[in-house]
């Protein structure tokens, strides 16, 4: 791949956010370790009570998507005053869902609870642990939220240094707080669920000020605006739907590979979440096309949009085949890392080829996913995911009911990600999302 005027600034918004990324996986694996240590039933509740937490965050990620995007177009226009008005906005929608998932979740706690522990029962220990975690943690969700149209903000100003820094302080935060409570104060689970929030509130404070140092300079009112909140509703509902299609997806194959047996279901599993843990590198990628993309489209330069994100694309295809290459050298080790089971090592050994082969289609669906996410093609983005999900679901249901085995649910997956591939590049050729200006039509 020969040189481009503009990888310099790909990877100066690239680096950062790839490091903003794995600092969110460290988190949960830092309060497993911890929890970990106060017994098997606090590690079995905090399993489930993470569950419904990781689905909200990915389903409300569009608080950050949607906002880079806006900002960066009215960055690009000159907008800047403007841009900080959205940022507030953005704070406001995210405090509102926040407050209300806050609310929600503690009256739907315990049965969501039941629904995920299976036979737990009404009462136990696992349910007990999972229930004080699951409350406790919603306290922080708003918190969160916020900090995710800061992030959002932020990259819309082509800044990802910050949401790292945010990031690598609110984690070290956690982790410390967490062993002096656990520790040092003997409490159990709920100081765990405790520190995360406390990390939570820190982090939403600097954002806080950081978007409200921007609110001074550029004399911007805190109060609500309905029509600009409204818009990002919009915006966000067409996330909202793409990422539930998404996640969805990924849970149906959760469920097949379950009715597989439970080597298989291991194999999946430790496969999964190494191609969960790529995918955060490949994303890197996609956020800083959004930034840039958006920038580009609100200074109204159409050519430099095309030619940045035809060079994103080349970047997503290096970074998926360098990805693969990586996974096939350590085929022979991963599979020992992850589990004892000579069973399981072998059948993940076989779904680390299929994970590996696939890497450079995930390099570029994740490369035009963040421009067009960048370009506010939302609407579009939702339809496609749809499209790619309405064709994988039946395949992976399919599998389970024939007992075809793992290899072929995995090949369904691989057939997700091209239909994903298709969908995505057929737009891309065409000139329907280079709309220019401040605002997307």
Known sequence: MSGSPYDREIARLA???????????????????????????????????????????????????????????????????????????????????????????????????????????????????????????????????????????????????????????SASVNLVIELVLIFGLDRGIGASALATVLAQILAAGMYAVWIGRAVTRQGVRLTPDRSAIGSLAVDGADLFFRTAALRGSFTVATGAAARLGSVALAAHQIAFELWAFLALALDAIAIAGQAIVARALGAGDRDEARAISDRMVQWGVMAGVVAGLVVLVLRPVLPQLFSPDAAVQSVTAFLLVILAVGQPVNGVVFALDGILIGAGDLRFLA???????????????????????????????????????????????????????????
């Open 15 to 169: 680096i950062p956010a790839f490091g903003a990324l794995i600092a969110e996986p460290l988190y949960l694996l830092a309060d497993t370790a911890v929890v970990a240590r106060l017994g098997t039933s606090s590690l079995d509740g905090l399993a489930l009570a993470v569950q419904p937490l990781l689905i909200a965050h990915a389903v409300f990620i569009f608080l950050a998507y949607g906002t880079t995007a806006t900002v960066g177009r009215l960055l690009g226009a000159g907008e800047e005053r403007q841009a900080a008005h959205q940022a507030v906005q953005s704070v406001w929608l995210a405090a509102v869902i926040g407050v209300g998932i806050l609310i929600v979740g503690q009256i739907v706690a315990g049965p969501v609870i039941g629904l995920l522990g299976g036979d737990l029962g009404r009462s136990g220990p696992v349910r007990t642990e999972a229930l004080l975690y699951l409350r406790v943690s919603l306290f922080g969700f708003p918190f969160l939220l916020v900090s995710l149209a800061g992030v959002g903000y932020l990259r819309g100003l082509q800044d990802t240094t910050r949401p790292l820094v945010a990031s690598l302080v």
């Open 383 to 441: 339809r496609a995911m749809w499209i790619s999900a309405l064709l994988f679901v039946p395949l992976a249901v399919a599998v389970a009911w024939l007992d075809h085995g793992i290899g072929w649910l995995w090949g369904a997956l691989t057939l997700f990600m091209v239909a994903r591939l298709v969908t995505l590049w057929l737009r891309y050729r065409t000139d329907r999302w280079l709309v220019v200006g401040a605002h997307r039509a």
